[in-house]
Nanobody, 115 residues
Framework: QVQLVESGGGLVQPGGSLRLSCAAS????????MAWYRQYPGSQRIRVAT???????HYLDSVKGRFTSSVDTAKNTVYLQMNSLRTEDTAVYFC?????????WGQGTQVTVSS
């Protein structure tokens, strides 16, 4: 069973930065891709960023230029660097990994952007 452990959420002022981490229980190379999602209260999860073990990335339009995902294959960890944060980025962020068409999820971490 794949386990994903997230960390790095918290409270930050608008314009600030946070870095989320997601540590996987097995090699990143075992996954087709990994991704970050966010979820607003009462809404479905929205994919924010996708990254492969090779480092290829794709981003939601509203975070392009502000968020950057990276991967450390030696640590089996992916990161989401979030800069120029806005109040609308406030959400619970989830790490996701896809392996053999099965999705695995982290426990989620709250990001709150507020003055």
């Amino acid at each position: 069973q794949v386990q994903l452990v997230e960390s790095g959420g918290g409270l930050v002022q608008p314009g600030g930065s946070l870095r989320l981490s997601c540590a996987a229980s097995e090699s990143i190379f075992a996954f087709y891709y990994m991704a970050w999602y966010r979820q607003y209260p009462g809404s479905q999860r929205i994919r924010v960023a996708t990254i492969t073990a090779g480092g290829s990335t794709h981003y939601l339009d509203s975070v392009k230029g502000r968020f950057t995902s990276s991967v450390d294959t030696a640590k089996n960890t992916v990161y989401l660097q979030m800069n120029s944060l806005r109040t609308e980025d406030t959400a619970v962020y989830f790490c996701n990994a896809n392996k053999f068409s099965t999705n695995y999820w982290g426990q989620g971490t709250q990001v709150t952007v507020s003055s």
